[in-house]
């Protein structure tokens, strides 16, 4: 994994003049003032929305196996232990506004990510793998047969209260969007300083190297504890916002380990290490399946039922998934990259010529 | 030569790992300040093992010590963790210059450096420090140290342990698989600063000869156990030193017999 990101930085190495900053000053202006104004119902309600929560996700879980190092396939129990403990403070709680709810959820979420990071400090890749299915299957297990959790609903399923916050009613589908965004928006900004900090370059020399890290002083158990915190403190969020912002109906099922298996395929073909890999990773795998299911009812008809293409989606991802890490294993961030880089060189050696 | 305090001693010190591989079974040796000490020994011989116990990064790797003490600066460290020692001033540099490669080789001199919590201005004066020290790292501060030689790589690890302003540098093998060229510019640098600003080195090495030419000290271990100490220009011109490496039949007991008292 360390060679991943390796080519990662080789590639970013070669600075120009911050696209960066100008890309993402158009997106938030596209994604505050544009969409809201322009976009449908559909499209918030299927793609956007989703796909704030799923990026949301995919960036908690860049923090443990991306910048950490650490390997998880729990994902999806820590953002059903989000979405319920958001539910049960909503239910049991009314006086709570939301917005501490949601910071409520993330902890109660951060602290189960704790406990199962716990075999990280002796386990290591595969291994530390399959000990963090055990959050999977026990988590969904409990929300399946304690009936508290779900206020003794059927089969652990809960509708949630419409989302308002300080009073200013939310339940629209735009106002959904808006309030994920918002979200997604601070959490982002929040990693991001994070992985500029002392503590982001300790999380990457822990992945690098755990020996050498602790040689110098890192300290190496509780290093790994942070990452398993603060990842499922903000996988757990992404969970509320699934919960409250996309679904509104859940049930445990839902997070079930295909659910973290596609949050880690966020993060891979998205890439490694890298923030804006959440997003695009997010982003194929939210519009893919739509686009996937268009392109088989146009050339195949009658015949492309949901069967075919719940087969065909699984069969192209898998491909997509082999395709990237042979090719670009660095992601979908790198690939950008790259094409950023190709695309400056032909403008600026077109201006030389000209000029 | 003058007298120094003792900073660091080990004393018959005994680890295993897993409680049932025995790795070391008598290791003694003694660091002075303002000291260089050469740890000498061939393949298998316990050099990493006896400097990861006194670095205390053995139970990290299910190994223990078993029996003896190790003493730094007046006090028994046996127990201490990593984080602790680079704080008290015990830094190491492992084996096989293990840099962090995707960092840039600023950020991993700057990781270095983060035990002691610095401040902007005081973090780029210890930055020109080593940028002074070894020139090549200046160049190629915005590289992913993956992507940089070998030599390169060296130094950053070195560079990264200086940033923590050890009293005493610990080093594993510096001169493994690099060009003589290299070799010498690294011990040159590490000289340097056990000149000019009285640091510590203790260094494990293959290769006796870049050692002892540097080294005001040496101990020479075989199967875990140290049998030869003393100054290194005695042991420069000794044959018997020669056959260690090369594991022609000098028992360990004629060459204990033969062990000049150390300084």
Redesign the interface.
């Given at each position: 994994m360390t060679d991943l990101a390796l080519e990662k930085t080789a590639a970013a190495a070669p600075h120009r003049a911050s696209p960066a900053l100008l890309g993402i000053g158009a997106l938030l202006i596209v994604a505050y003032g544009v969409l809201p104004l322009v976009a449908s119902e559909y499209l918030f309600d299927a793609i956007l929305t989703p796909f704030l929560a799923l990026a949301l996700a995919g960036l908690g879980l860049n923090i443990l196996t991306g910048y950490a190092g650490q390997v998880s396939l729990g994902s999806s129990a820590f953002m059903a232990v989000g979405a319920y403990a958001a539910y049960n403070l909503a239910l049991r709680l009314p006086g709570v506004p939301f917005l501490v709810d949601i910071l409520l959820a993330g902890l109660v979420a951060a602290a189960v990510g704790l406990l199962f990071g716990l075999p990280s400090l002796r386990l290591r890749g595969f291994y530390l793998a399959v000990s963090t299915l055990a959050a999977q299957f026990f988590v969904q297990w409990v929300f399946n047969k304690v009936g508290w959790f779900s206020n003794n609903s059927p089969s652990g399923i809960v509708t949630v209260p419409p989302l308002s916050v300080a009073g200013l009613p939310l339940d629209s589908s735009a106002g959904r969007y808006l309030f994920a965004l918002g979200v997604v928006t601070a959490v982002t900004l929040a990693v991001w300083r994070l992985v500029e900090s002392p503590t982001g370059r300790a999380l990457v020399a822990l992945r690098d190297h755990e020996t050498a890290a602790r040689v110098i002083g890192i300290p190496v158990l509780r290093v790994k504890l942070l990452a398993f915190a603060v990842s499922s403190f903000i996988i757990g969020v992404a969970g509320v916002l699934w919960a409250f912002a996309y679904l509104r109906t859940v049930e445990p099922a839902g997070f079930n380990l295909d659910r973290s298996f596609q949050i880690l395929f966020i993060v891979i073909i998205g890439g490694l290490a890298s923030l804006r890999g959440a997003f695009l990773g997010a982003a194929l795998i939210v519009v893919f399946p739509l686009l996937l299911s268009r392109l088989g009812e146009a050339l195949l008809g009658g015949l492309f039922d949901s069967g075919v293409l719940e087969m065909s989606q699984r069969i192209v991802l898998g491909l997509l998934i082999v395709t990237f890490l042979i090719a670009e294993p660095a992601g979908l961030a790198a690939l950008l990259d790259r094409l950023w880089n190709r695309a400056w060189n032909w403008i600026s050696g077109r201006f030389r010529r000209t000029g | 030569m003058t007298i120094h305090e003792v900073l660091l001693s080990l004393d018959g010190v005994e680890a295993t790992y897993n409680h049932a591989i025995r790795a070391l079974s008598g290791v003694s040796l003694t660091v002075r300040t303002k000291e260089i000490v050469a740890l000498l020994g061939a393949n298998g011989a316990g050099k990493t093992t006896a400097l990861k116990a006194l670095?205390g990064?053995l139970p990290?790797e299910r190994g223990q010590i078993a029996a003896g003490s190790i003493v730094y600066d007046g006090e028994d460290v046996t127990r201490r963790?990593?984080?602790e020692?680079?704080?008290a001033g015990l830094?190491?540099?492992?084996e096989g210059r293990?840099?962090?490669?995707?960092?840039?080789v600023e950020?991993n001199l700057?990781?270095?450096g983060?035990?002691r919590g610095l401040d902007r201005a005081a973090l780029r004066s210890e930055l020109e420090r080593i940028y002074a020290l070894f020139p090549r790292l200046r160049d190629r501060r915005?590289?992913?140290a993956?992507?940089t030689s070998g030599g390169e790589q060296q130094m950053t690890?070195i560079g990264?342990?200086l940033m923590?302003r050890p009293r005493l540098l610990v080093l594993d093998e510096p001169s493994m698989g690099l060009a003589p060229m290299v070799v010498e510019g690294i011990f040159a640098a590490l000289k340097r600063l056990n000149r000019e600003e009285g640091l510590s080195i203790l260094v494990a090495e293959q290769n006796s000869t870049v050692a002892l030419r540097h080294a005001d000290r040496a101990s020479v271990l075989e199967t875990g156990r140290t049998v030869l100490d003393g100054s290194a220009a005695d042991l420069r011109d000794r044959d018997d030193i020669k056959a260690f490496y090369l594991g022609f039949g000098v028992g360990s007991s004629t060459a204990a017999a033969t062990t000049p008292t150390a300084a």
């Open positions: - | 670095s990064l990290a963790s990593p984080a020692l680079v704080r830094v190491q540099v492992l293990h840099c962090f490669r995707s960092l840039t950020d700057i990781v270095g983060q035990v915005r590289i992913p993956g992507l690890a990264r342990a923590a």
